[in-house]
């Protein structure tokens, strides 16, 4: 896992995902799929993804095998054992996976996290860029 | 004056593109999309202090109006809902528009102290008890 991750230049958007407390809740707790938009300009890809609950130090993104991967992690431990009134919330961690295969520059990702959104902007690799070829 | 030749085929075909748009209509989610949603909310009961748990990813705190009309409590706003015209969309799952939901509670709500927070898209409404004892459930026997 940790040696295709390497191949990522930009650490900030791209976190290694090591600690054994995600490795455990992968077995323990719930995951369910954020909603999300995905949307392509003629530069990159954009991804939204809604993680309402996920707080900043809690997202994981990486991008392994030509798939992207995205994490979120949600505390709701302190709901535990308590009175519940109204349930329709799908309490769980997220997790949701795209392939993106090399059509990405890996290089170029940046990531923001604003208000329990996730946006991501995937650069295009070069190769798949529209290219307008005048007539001479 | 021209002669119209009835052609069944072409009828047929007209009708069969009426029926592609209209299904087409319901089942693509830009139409089916309703013009306010409801946000999904949880609801937990923590030491007597009744806390509301609504998901509002992606949506500016300035833009949520919370009210307390008696016992009832009121969350409206607008997800607003980035347009481009460069940018073309794969997917659309989040839903946006206008929103509102109100929640009354069977007891009297101290509206003073209702409090809200929001943070990381979920807010979260504390509602507490009012002091003032409810009038006693009376029983009335059948003679």
């Given at each position: ?14 976190v290694k995902v090591s600690e054994d407390s995600w490795k455990e809740a992968f077995d323990r707790e ?24 996920v707080s900043k130090d809690d997202v994981r993104i990486k991008i392994e095998d030509g798939n992207l991967?995205?994490?979120?992690r949600i505390d709701r431990s302190k709901f535990e054992g308590k009175k519940i009134l109204l349930k ?49 | ?143």
């Amino acid at each position: 896992m940790a040696k295709d991750i390497n191949k990522t230049a930009n650490e900030d958007a791209i976190v290694k995902v090591s600690e054994d407390s995600w490795k455990e809740a992968f077995d323990r707790e719930n995951w369910v799929l954020p909603e999300v938009n995905l949307m392509e300009d003629d530069e990159a890809f954009f991804v939204i993804a809604s993680m309402p609950g996920v707080s900043k130090d809690d997202v994981r993104i990486k991008i392994e095998d030509g798939n992207l991967v995205l994490m979120g992690r949600i505390d709701r431990s302190k709901f535990e054992g308590k009175k519940i009134l109204l349930k329709e919330i799908n309490t769980g961690n997220f997790y949701r996976k795209f392939k993106v295969a090399d059509s990405i520059d890996t290089q170029n990702v940046e990531a923001s996290f604003k208000d329990g959104e996730l946006i991501l902007k995937l650069a295009k690799h070069e190769r798949i860029k529209p290219k307008t070829i005048e007539i001479k | 004056m021209r002669t119209l030749i009835y052609n069944p085929v072409k009828e047929m075909l007209r009708m069969s593109n009426a029926i592609a748009d209209s299904l087409e209509k319901e089942f693509n989610p830009a139409f089916s999309k309703p013009a306010c949603f409801s946000p999904r909310t949880d609801i937990v009961e923590i030491d007597g202090v009744v806390n509301i748990l609504t998901e509002l990813p992606g949506i500016k705190k300035e833009d949520i109006k919370l009210t307390v009309v008696e016992n009832t409590i009121s969350v409206e706003g607008e997800k607003k809902l980035a347009n481009d015209d460069n940018i073309r969309y794969f997917v659309n799952e989040r839903i946006s528009g206008n929103f509102k939901r109100s929640f009354k509670m069977p007891f009297e709500v101290d509206r003073n102290g209702v409090e809200a927070s929001f943070n990381d898209g979920i807010l979260t409404v504390t509602v507490k008890k009012a002091e003032k004892e409810p009038e006693a459930n009376k029983q009335i026997e059948v003679k």
